[in-house]
């Protein structure tokens, strides 16, 4: 059974940084592509960054140069460094896993930008 369990969400004023975890189970890590999306209220989920099995990156253009996604396959979890938060960031946030065409999802955490 696969579980994603995502920690390192909270409240944090315009300007500060977060890192979320998300450690992943029951699945082949290593050859799994990871990702973290979010949703904000009244909005759908969208794609924050992805990193694949070889290490190719992806972000949304929103998120470049602020946030940070890695994995440590030792490990078994990967994270999203965010610098530079703002208020359009705050969402929950939700850790994926893709393997053989499946897809795999946490409970999400929340992040919370606000002065």
């Known amino acids: 059974q696969v579980q994603l369990v995502e920690s390192g969400g909270g409240l944090v004023q315009p300007g500060e940084s977060l890192r979320l975890s998300c450690a992943a189970s029951?699945?082949?890590?290593?050859?799994?592509?990871m990702a973290w999306y979010r949703q904000a209220p009244g909005k759908q989920r969208e794609l924050v960054a992805a990193i694949t099995s070889s290490e190719n990156l992806n972000y949304a253009d929103s998120v470049k140069g602020r946030f940070t996604i890695s994995r440590d396959n030792a490990k078994k979890t990967v994270y999203l460094q965010m610098n530079s938060l703002k208020a359009e960031d705050t969402a929950v946030y939700y850790c994926?896993?893709?393997?053989?065409?499946?897809?795999?999802w946490g409970q999400g955490t929340q992040v919370t930008v606000s002065s």
């Open positions: 994926n896993a893709k393997l053989s065409f499946k897809s795999y």
């Open positions: 029951g699945i082949i890590f290593d050859f799994t592509t």
